[in-house]
């Protein structure tokens, strides 16, 4: 079983581990140093957010009526088509929304000229559209024809995307953990560069939504394998302080997306200059370093301090005899189970002990209560009348300081309550937009820009909790999961937008109410992380508090 292989290989590790860590300290204490991991680390979190929001702009839906080809082909403009075809009831100068014509003989109509037309209407009944015209064509919508009937398609796009992240949060956590950290970011990289650029240039509608899962798969794969090559190359408050600051890449991302797509409208060329500075993480692929407590962990002692020493010219590898011995017991454990079984054995680990599961069960809930919210928030803007542009822009500067400020949070108050605190918050305004008319839009907009601040704060300081409560054998399929959870949140969330939205503005935002006061009462049954050494083998784990209900009344 891989879980005694690690035990085995980690047990025997524990001086050199502990000297490693020594070391990790120093190198975490150098500013220049953890600032430069830190660039490397959180830059392609502008990328996942461009790519994730874009959506918002994708969707755009212009005006939209019957055609008539026949009308069209006899020179009629616009305005003369839709006198002849729909009721003036239905539309307004501002804004056309119609699915249905009236049933007529359009042949004589063009054969005879506008004038006779309109004198010579008679009553018709309606029929769906056949063919659609437009206001304008920079959309998806006008591409594919994705209103009316083909609605759901709309919320497909942004579900893609979610799905793909769903995707690879489950794969690449267990990659990271058994191929390396590098191994996974870089995998990741590749699949992104390919990815974005072609979701630009793709005429099926299909093949985009191919391309959107892509995107997605990607952009959960690199974002958790670099997140934790940061948590296990800093410790102490460096590592808080890092960890958080690493989420500013993601309205630093949303600010850039919405000016970027103010000056460019036409969907195509919008993503094509989103997607094309993603080959820029090539620097990445090539100076990121590897964990050396993830190669410490799989008894690859000589490579881990191989790299300790190029981060920290002054460590050196004194005690290496039982290098041969480790990499003989690694070979062995990997013939007999196999690459396959060592896989899926990663996630088996996560419910191998009651406590364990009992982590992961809150960690799974707080995943998914945060990607739902998130998103419903995110993509909510025209539920609450908002313009698209200044929404986006907005939910970045919020959500820069909902980072900021859980520097200060974290650095003095426990882990626990923090995330049960704004679970709780968040919760408790998504609500209150209960009691606001929609009439009142900017104040609509203040709450729900408030509760986008607390979600945006419970998810980076809950990611930070999470990945402290595993050791390191399995800390990246742990987090990795549990991202993987948030996604099945971000792939419901359009449809709660487009659907439940659809029946009533504030049904969304009451469904993600409710669940995060739910939440908030079970991150209180976990024990505290503040100021805790990262257990680094599920032996260490016996050593750390267990969820108890009791765990309620300790802070």
Not at 35 to 49: S, Y
Not at 361 to 383: E, H, P
Request: proline residues 3%; positive net charge; charged residues 15%.
């Amino acid at each position: 079983m891989l879980t005694g292989y690690i035990l085995l290989s980690c047990t025997t590790n524990i001086k050199m581990a502990d000297k490693l860590d020594k070391y990790i300290d120093s190198y975490s204490k150098e500013w220049y140093q953890a600032f430069l991991l830190l660039l490397m680390a959180g830059t392609p979190g502008i990328f996942n957010a461009i790519q994730i929001s874009s959506y918002v702009f994708l969707v755009d839906k212009p005006s939209y009526w019957c055609d008539i080809p026949v009308l069209k082909a006899a020179g009629w403009s616009d305005q003369m088509l839709l006198n002849v075809s729909i009721s003036p009831q239905n539309y307004s100068s501002d804004r056309i929304e119609e699915c249905s014509y009236y049933d007529r003989n359009y042949s004589i109509f063009a054969k005879n000229g506008y004038n006779w037309s309109i004198n010579n209407l008679e009553t018709a009944n309606s029929k769906p559209c056949q063919y659609y015209e437009y206001s304008n064509r920079e959309s998806v919508v006008s591409e594919w024809n994705l209103v009316c009937d083909n609605v759901v398609k709309k919320s497909n796009i942004q579900a893609a995307i979610a799905f793909g992240k769903f995707v690879g949060g489950l794969f690449f956590g267990s990659i990271s953990d058994i191929y390396g950290r590098k191994f996974a970011f870089n995998l990741a990289a590749f699949i992104y560069m390919f990815s974005g650029p072609s979701a630009a240039l793709i005429d099926s509608y299909v093949l985009f939504l191919i391309a959107r899962f892509l995107i997605g798969v990607a952009g959960s794969g690199i974002y958790e394998s670099s997140y934790t090559i940061l948590t296990e190359l800093t410790s102490g408050k460096t590592r808080t302080l890092l960890c958080l600051l690493m989420n500013m890449s993601y309205p630093i991302g949303y600010v850039l997306l919405s000016i970027i797509a103010y000056y460019v409208r036409p969907w195509r060329i919008l993503l094509l200059v989103l997607s094309l500075p993603m080959f820029g993480l090539l620097i990445q692929c090539w100076f990121l370093p590897e964990s050396p407590k993830w190669l410490m962990s799989r008894g690859r002692k000589r490579q881990a301090w191989k790299v300790m020493t190029k981060l920290v010219p002054s460590a050196i590898h004194a005690n290496i005899d039982n290098d041969n011995q480790d990499i003989i017991e690694i070979r062995k454990s990997k013939q007999s189970q196999g690459k396959c079984k060592e896989f899926l054995s990663t996630f088996t680990t996560l419910f191998s002990t009651w406590d364990l599961s009992a982590k992961t069960i809150i960690s799974f809930s707080c995943g998914f209560v945060c990607g739902l919210s998130y998103y419903v928030i995110a993509l909510n803007g025209d539920n609450i009348t908002a313009d698209r542009y200044n929404y986006v822009a907005l939910n970045g500067v919020v959500e820069g300081l909902a980072y900021l400020s859980t520097i200060p949070l974290l650095l003095y108050v426990g882990r626990k309550i923090a995330v049960s605190g704004l679970f709780f918050t968040s919760g408790i305004l998504q609500l209150a937009l209960l009691m606001i008319p929609r009439e009142s839009a900017n104040l609509l907009l203040i709450v729900a820009l408030l509760g986008k601040f607390c979600v945006s704060a419970v998810f980076s300081v809950s990611l930070l909790y999470i990945s402290e409560l595993y050791p390191t054998t399995i800390r990246n399929t742990g987090l990795g999961t549990s991202l993987t959870i948030s996604q099945i949140g971000s792939v419901i969330a359009p449809y709660v937008v487009e659907l439940l939205g659809a029946k009533a503005w504030y049904i969304p935002s009451t469904v993600c109410g409710i669940l995060g006061i739910f939440v908030s009462s079970l991150v209180l049954m976990l024990p505290e992380t503040k100021g805790t050494v990262l257990p680094d083998t599920l032996e260490d784990m016996k050593t750390t508090r267990s969820v108890k209900v009791t765990n309620c009344c300790k802070f």
